[in-house]
């Protein structure tokens, strides 16, 4: 069916920069907004970055002016560039496809799908 699969996490020092990517793969005719969520032990999953196909972003209130989301659209892969990394940004950070339409035994479908996460930690 449809995958995706993050890289680019890792363990950084606070006020250093990393870059995560996700690519979405199968029988992907098209794919509506992409976005990044993280999860910290004992948290809920909050919002951090998404963007639409036509480039429209929406940032969570703890990151903006700080991580950027881009998405290239003709290759179904969206990144998070972060800059200025706080020890509160550790977490698990995952990435959505919303309305993923794909071809499968010769039907179409559409569904939403979440990557297996990419662990960032960021030391103080």
């Known amino acids: 069916q449809v995958q995706l699969v993050e890289s680019g996490g890792g363990l950084v020092q606070s006020g250093g920069s990393l870059r995560l990517s996700c690519k979405a793969s199968?029988?992907?005719?098209?794919?509506?907004?992409m976005g990044w969520f993280r999860q910290a032990p004992g948290k809920q999953r909050e919002l951090v970055a998404t963007?639409?196909?036509?480039?429209?972003?929406n940032y969570g209130p703890s990151v903006k002016d700080r991580f950027t989301v881009s998405r290239v659209v003709a290759n179904n892969t969206v990144y998070l560039q972060m800059n200025a990394l706080k020890p509160d940004d550790t977490a698990v950070y995952y990435c959505?496809?919303?309305?993923?339409?794909?071809?499968?035994?010769?039907?179409?479908?559409?569904?939403?799908?979440w990557g297996r996460g990419s662990q960032v930690t960021v030391s103080s």
């Open positions: 959505k496809a919303d309305n993923v339409r794909f071809i499968i035994d010769g039907n179409f479908r559409t569904n939403n799908y």
């Open positions: 199968g029988f992907i005719t098209s794919i509506g907004a």
């Open positions: 963007i639409t196909t036509r480039g429209v972003t």
